[in-house]
């Protein structure tokens, strides 16, 4: 029993530690960790090769090496639902710094068969001009606007929250 | 009927501490597993972009636990994969308390993992946690997979908590054990569709596989293919069966070339009868007598459906051993030895005596069996010890009666001194019931005898 509450007592100690650095991680260095979004984010017509450009070039001088090598790795960032008039639209980006990779669709409108069939057509365009603008500064997809309105929003969310 | 019994103990008896193979050490062992889950956070802090908000805080510790799962899933089926060095280094009795405190351990965390998972999914994006609970299970890829398999490990984790355990056959809960390896196959898929550390990383998705892939792979060769090959080589089969007291009875396993196994006295194997309704399920057995090269011998006493059946065993029935297993064997030493034993825990301490070296010797005397039993009729081997020590001078004393008849308890250690001489610069050398076990351990530590010279082993599936 001691033992029980031992382990799980260290369990619980070592992940705080382990939060509390990925917290403290970015009020040292929250202005500098923003800096390497700002030319692919703003840039819609940046091509993947220039924001991949950007991403090593921020990670040479940066100097809180630890927070940036974090920022810097892959990871997934989940959008908020995005309630629209036909169901829930989420999103979740994949990203390499601060280039999205790849785009999942975690929840789709639901709505009968015509809004499947919509969504069918225009998530893969929605997709596709994400990863060309690598921003939420998209066109929405006509005859999908309830679709892309949600899907806009979702993906605006995700990208906040991984470039705040 | 046989008689290894009366083999002439001299005979081939192997270099005591000398199993065959290398024994992994305990701490090695503890500082693998612990690099291992160094590793699992190095690889959840690489993906883990820099915390935001209480949302955040849950899901990243959500994922963590998430991730220590699924690295322990594995560690404890490798624990229990029937790996040599581990058997050898640690045994196989201290490895099952090792797999029994990490399940209750990773069961409790899985368990965290679930709720810290959906609470922070709740939190970040405004949903009610029943909400996301719902959304979580139909909408996320085979998380719904993942919660049955938690369900099952669950179940297994509460058959095997102490209570219920006494509660069940032994046999319902080794099969009961099976549906853990399902579970581990369900929840797998959901680690790579949903986890962070794995989505976008095929580097990471192929060494995480290949460490299932691995572990699968020993469970296969050393719980399966190992034990086929070896009836191939020694063709194991039942010799004959003799009964030694009420309840108890020795079998005696025939096979070619056994003196390749390297056994040593104190091992054990498990053994598979090929039988009618026995065939599927295997059992860890002690050689009760030093094994020859055609024969060996296990005794056991009745106390579960098999072990009721081994009694009507028919000669000939084929056996697969795995083994030999347990670290339970005479330390390379030269001191004087005492070996208590307690009811059928007499099987491996019978081999072993029988291995004893002669005394080095007048400084530390000849062994010293102690051997404990409720009543006198439950004395097995009578015979073959007394032999025994007379041919080697050594001593053998029968603790018989209740403690309630005696008043006392025998195994005290004011008793054991007055029955040993030079207790405490001996190695001892206990077996039997845990209780029993325990109480032997403190007699003997009170006696004087350093915890690093007393060795143990308890009769507990």
Redesign the interface.
């Known amino acids: 029993m001691r033992?029980?509450i031992l382990?799980?007592g260290s369990?619980i100690a070592g992940?705080a530690v382990?939060?509390s650095f990925?917290?403290h991680?970015?009020a040292a260095a929250g202005t500098p960790?923003a800096a390497p979004s700002t030319p692919s984010g703003s840039g819609s017509s940046a091509a993947p090769a220039g924001a991949a450009d950007a991403a090593g070039a921020a990670a040479t001088p940066s100097p809180a090496g630890r927070?940036e090598?974090?920022?810097a790795?892959?990871?997934?960032?989940?959008g908020?639902?995005a309630q629209t008039a036909r169901g829930p639209v989420?999103v979740e980006l994949?990203l390499?710094g601060p280039r999205i990779?790849?785009v999942?669709m975690?929840?789709r409108t639901d709505d009968g068969p015509l809004s499947n069939q919509i969504d069918a057509t225009a998530i893969p365009k929605l997709i596709n001009e994400t990863l060309t603008a690598q921003s939420a500064h998209i066109d929405a997809v006509s005859g999908a606007s309830y679709t892309s309105e949600g899907y806009i929003q979702s993906l605006q969310s995700a990208l906040d929250?991984?470039r705040? | 009927m046989q008689t290894l019994s009366s083999q002439p103990a001299a005979r081939a008896a192997p270099h005591p501490g000398r199993v065959a193979g290398w024994r992994a050490p305990p701490g090695l062992v503890l500082a693998v597993i612990a690099a291992g889950v160094a590793g699992v956070i190095a690889l959840w802090w690489r993906d883990t972009p820099p915390i935001t908000g209480l949302g955040d805080e849950l899901t990243g510790a959500g994922r963590i636990l998430g991730l220590l799962a699924g690295y322990g899933v594995v560690v404890l089926v490798a624990l229990m994969a029937r790996l040599p060095p581990l058997e050898r280094g640690i045994g196989a009795s201290r490895l099952a308390r090792w797999h029994a405190m990490g399940g209750r351990y990773i069961i409790t965390i899985i368990g965290a993992h679930a709720v810290l998972i959906t609470w922070g999914y709740a939190v970040t994006f405004h949903q009610r946690v029943s909400t996301e609970a719902g959304t979580l299970l139909t909408s996320y890829p085979d998380v719904l997979m993942a919660t049955v398999a938690a369900g099952l490990l669950l179940g297994v984790g509460l058959v095997s908590a102490r209570l219920v355990r006494r509660r069940l056959a032994y046999e319902t809960w080794y099969h009961l054990h099976f549906y853990t390896y399902l579970a581990i196959a369900l929840a797998f898929s959901h680690q790579f569709a949903n986890g962070a550390s794995f989505v976008d990383s095929l580097p990471d998705r192929v060494a995480w596989s290949a460490l299932y892939a691995t572990v699968a792979a020993l469970v296969l060769w050393y719980r399966v293919v190992t034990p086929l090959r070896r009836l191939g080589r020694h063709r194991f089969r039942v010799a004959g069966l003799r009964p030694e007291a009420p309840g108890i009875v020795s079998v005696y396993i025939a096979g070619d070339r056994l003196e390749k196994l390297h056994a040593e006295p104190g091992q054990f194997f498990r053994w598979r009868f090929l039988a009618r309704g026995m065939w599927w399920q295997s059992h860890p057995y002690s050689l009760s007598a030093l094994p020859r090269p055609d024969m060996m011998r296990i005794t056991v006493k009745a106390r579960g459906d098999h072990s009721d059946a081994l009694a009507r065993l028919r000669p000939g029935t084929r056996v697969l051993a795995e083994g030999p297993f347990g670290a339970f064997t005479p330390a390379r030493s030269r001191r004087g030895v005492v070996l208590i034993a307690g009811g059928v825990g007499i099987t491996p301490i019978r081999a072993m005596f029988a291995a004893m070296p002669e005394p080095a010797g007048r400084r530390f005397g000849a062994a010293t069996l102690i051997y404990r039993a409720s009543h006198p009729r439950d004395i097995v081997f009578r015979r073959e010890l007394d032999q025994i020590a007379a041919s080697r001078g050594a001593a053998v004393h029968y603790l018989t009666g209740s403690r309630d008849q005696l008043g006392t308890d025998p195994l005290s250690a004011r008793n054991l001194a007055a029955l040993v001489p030079g207790l405490h610069r001996r190695q001892a050398y206990v077996c039997g019931p845990p209780g029993m076990t325990e109480t032997a351990i403190s007699a003997l530590r009170a006696a004087g005898v350093p915890r690093r010279r007393i060795h143990h082993e308890s009769f507990d599936f």
């Open positions: 033992r029980a382990a799980l369990t992940i382990l939060l990925k917290t991680g970015i960790a927070t090598a974090g920022a790795g892959r990871r997934t960032v989940t908020r639902v989420q994949t390499a990779t790849k999942t975690l929840q929250k991984a705040a």
